[in-house]
């Protein structure tokens, strides 16, 4: 399983959320404390909007911590609104184009979890993106394809609605395949105005995911990055939550099965 942070606000540095806390997305990219596994080194990736449509993206396979030219963009790049990766990888190659986020024109896109046995199932994965948005497809996992699934299905009319037709359509094939865990997940996705972020499961062991307000904005993340902190708030399993710079929504998460 992966780690990831996000954030939706008053301009920041990066730094602030992904190396300076004492359990910042850096140290969790050591060891995590609330993911199946604690190291996650096969890559990490930042995704940033500014004064452009789209996000500024950045993405290597190094280990996180082994990475001083993340630590000298974190310190100097400043964001409202920012994605932010380590990730541990399920059966896929490590590679920059299976670094996450993702991005697809001004959208962007994270994940941690699993589908059951995607290797079995992955070209009916790819089969099922929309020829418009085949294009953004980089890599070969399946956080990617769920985001472009998702992407074809209407995410910019109905982003709710299009994550749980892409996440009901890659449970059905793993269901059919046989393998469980069906589908674990947690995703943040944006399209530069809100985050979206969403914590499923189809069994009872859906990874964390917290959010908290700041006095810049709120941080939505996979673990607390500052444990001393009694604020933090579990966003519940089965939820989507929009997320603007003052307002929060949690609604229920269905996928279309």
């Excluded at 992904?18 to 190291?39: C, D, R």
């Excluded at 310190?75 to 986020?101: D, E, I, M, Y």
């Excluded at 269901?175 to 943040?188: C, I, W, Y």
């Excluded at 700041?214 to 933090?232: C, F, I, N, Q, Y």
Aim: charged share 25%; with cysteine.
């Amino acid at each position: 399983m992966c780690r990831w942070a996000a954030y939706i606000g008053d301009p920041i540095y990066l730094e602030d959320v992904v190396t300076a806390p004492g359990q910042s997305l850096i140290s969790q990219s050591l060891a995590a404390s609330e993911g199946k596994t604690p190291t996650n080194g096969d890559g990490f990736g930042l995704a940033w909007y500014g004064e452009r449509e789209g996000p500024g993206l950045y993405h290597d396979v190094l280990p996180a911590w082994a990475d001083g030219n993340l630590r000298s963009l974190a310190h100097q790049v400043r964001s409202g609104l920012f994605l932010a990766h380590v990730r541990a990888a399920t059966g896929t190659a490590t590679s920059r184009t299976n670094c996450h986020p993702f991005a697809a024109g001004r959208w962007s896109f994270m994940h941690n979890g699993q589908a059951g046995g995607y290797a079995g199932f992955r070209r009916k994965a790819d089969f099922s993106i929309d020829e418009a948005c085949y294009r953004h497809r980089h890599g070969t996992t399946d956080s990617e394809a769920i985001f472009l699934i998702a992407l074809g299905a209407g995410i910019d009319r109905d982003p709710k609605a299009a994550l749980e037709r892409a996440t009901g359509a890659m449970e059905g094939w793993s269901r059919e395949a046989g393998v469980t865990p069906h589908m674990r997940m947690t995703v943040a996705m944006s399209d530069g105005e809100r985050l979206y972020c969403a914590r499923y499961a189809s069994d009872e062991h859906a990874p964390t995911l917290y959010h908290r307000r700041t006095e810049a904005g709120r941080v939505v993340v996979s673990e607390p990055l500052d444990r001393t902190l009694k604020d933090w708030e579990p966003i519940p399993p089965g939820s989507f939550a929009v997320i603007g710079r003052e307002d929060v929504e949690i609604t229920p998460f269905r996928p279309t099965l």
